[in-house]
């Protein structure tokens, strides 16, 4: 069992940058591949940056390749969504995810769920 909760979101101003974390419990947290999230009002969730266990491999949507940096330490449980250069489009609820299976931008295939932190970008 895998707990995850996310922290970091606010209320931001375009062009401005902010860190989101996703802390997990359990020891096998290095054994899981993760994954951020998005969901915005009247939307589906959508794939934004997915991340391999051990943290060599990295993966983005386009729509934030280049902004959006995803890292994690597990030394300390965590894993991280730096975004720089935001925009009024990036305004969603951002959730984590584990997953036990490789690389994939699907939500069904992920197995744990953090509760979601908002992030509102104003223009």
């Known amino acids: 069992q895998v707990q995850l909760v996310e922290s970091g979101g606010g209320l931001v101003q375009a062009g401005a940058s902010l860190r989101l974390s996703c802390a997990a419990s359990?020891?096998?947290?290095?054994?899981?591949?993760m994954g951020w999230f998005r969901q915005a009002p009247g939307k589906e969730r959508e794939f934004v940056a997915g991340?391999?266990?051990?943290?060599?491999?990295?993966y983005y949507a386009d729509s934030v390749k280049g902004r959006f940096t995803i890292s994690r330490d597990n030394a300390k449980n965590t894993m991280y969504l730096q975004m720089n250069s935001l925009k009024p489009e990036d305004t969603a609820v951002y959730s984590c995810?584990?997953?036990?299976?490789?690389?994939?931008?699907?939500?069904?295939?992920?197995?744990?769920w953090g509760q979601g932190t908002q992030v509102t970008v104003s223009s």
């Open positions: 995810a584990a997953r036990r299976v490789a690389h994939t931008t699907k939500p069904a295939e992920y197995d744990y």
């Open positions: 359990g020891r096998i947290f290095s054994t899981y591949g």
């Open positions: 991340i391999s266990s051990s943290g060599i491999a990295t």
